[in-house]
């Protein structure tokens, strides 16, 4: 299986409103990674695990918490969101940094 | 700091009509050199990884090379399907994180 798998594929939310976004990859990788990706802009790096562990955490503001249950999946808790988080949201995955990396298909959010 | 600038911005081809695609970077120590295929809408699909100058790899009409300070992307008589994003990446000794380039769009017309 070498396929990294997103949920939803859609979401549409109010800035007062609770959701998470759901990902899971079944390679084997032991690095997982959150991006968020702006139209016409490369992806621009959220958070990083390793082994499970939170690495890497690039001055994202507080609304956005990530989760790694365990070594498949990956979670990114949204809470408090402004119109302005409105993007494509894509989960990755490699055997470890800095590897290639196996993206998802993306949750495209819309935050009213 | 890392650094990762693609050219063109922009490309149009006829179908069979081969081209390069330019990736040139500024690192501290290449740990790896990345290139991904984005669709519209689309998370990127990943490609190469390139390690060292000199090295080449390929898939199908896909052809990546590697020099000290520049990486290319041959595409060899295009398919109107090779429309796409491309886009680079670089992992350094500095950061092993990727940094991307801006990408190259290509559409490739039949």
């Known amino acids: 299986d070498t396929e990294v798998t997103q949920t939803p594929k859609h979401l549409v939310m109010g800035m007062t409103n609770k959701k998470s976004l759901k990902c899971e990859q079944h390679?084997?990788?032991?690095?997982m990674y959150w991006y968020k990706q702006k139209a016409k802009k490369p992806p621009e790096l959220m958070f990083v695990?390793?082994?499970?562990?939170?690495?890497i955490n690039e001055s994202v503001p507080s609304r956005f918490s990530p989760e790694c249950p365990n070594s498949s999946l990956l979670n990114l808790h949204l809470h408090a969101l402004q119109p302005e988080d409105s993007a494509l949201y894509l989960c990755?995955?490699?055997?470890?940094?800095?590897?290639?990396?196996?993206f998802g298909p993306g949750t495209r959010l819309t935050v009213l | 700091e890392d650094q990762v600038t693609q050219s063109p911005e922009a490309l149009r081809l006829q179908e069979g009509e081969s081209s390069s695609l330019n990736c040139s970077y500024t690192?501290?120590?290449?740990?790896?050199l990345f290139w991904y295929r984005q669709d519209p809408g689309k998370g990127p699909e990943f490609l190469f990884t390139l390690y060292s100058a000199g090295e080449e790899k390929e898939k199908e009409r896909l052809k990546a090379t590697l020099t000290k300070k520049v990486s290319f992307l041959h595409i060899t008589a295009p398919k109107p399907e090779d429309s796409a994003t491309y886009l680079c990446a670089v992992a350094s000794g500095g950061s092993y994180i990727p940094t991307f380039g801006r990408g190259t769009s290509l559409i490739v017309h039949p």
């Open positions: 990755a995955s490699s055997q470890a940094p800095p590897e290639g990396q196996f």
């Open positions: 690192v501290s120590g290449l740990r790896g």
């Open positions: 390679m084997g990788h032991r690095a």
């Open positions: 695990y390793s082994y499970e562990k939170l690495s």
